[in-house]
């Protein structure tokens, strides 16, 4: 759902369905910015932005990472720990997900394109 959504508003957006996935697409794509739910398949979404910031070429791409279970704020700490650079609590319409990758990609003080790489 938030892929297609995020297609509509002009990104182009790279699919993986578990944590490996990921890792291996994110490392073909070099994306500007990766979605990831924190509860994925194989490896979750802590492990999977810890991960690829151990990888120098990787480790510039920011995270947004998405979750449907209570986050506490120790789980938010943790996930600030292993790169993530917001936490958005489902359900959110699919707005408030372009908005924070807007605002994280304005954040960078290189912005080449806007490709998402999305990860549930």
Known sequence: M?????RQAGFDVVEAH???QAVEKASETLPDVIVTDLGLPGIDGFELCRR?????????????AITGRYFSPA???RARRE???SVLLKPFVPDE???EL???LDLR???PSSTASASE
């Open 2 to 6: 938030y892929a297609d959504e995020l």
């Open 18 to 20: 578990n944590g490996f």
């Open 52 to 64: 690829l910031h151990l990888d120098p070429e990787l480790s510039r791409i920011p995270f947004v």
């Open 75 to 77: 789980d938010i700490a």
């Open 83 to 85: 790169g993530c650079h």
């Open 97 to 99: 997900l372009i908005a």
């Open 102 to 104: 807007k605002r994280v």
């Open 109 to 111: 003080v290189e912005r």
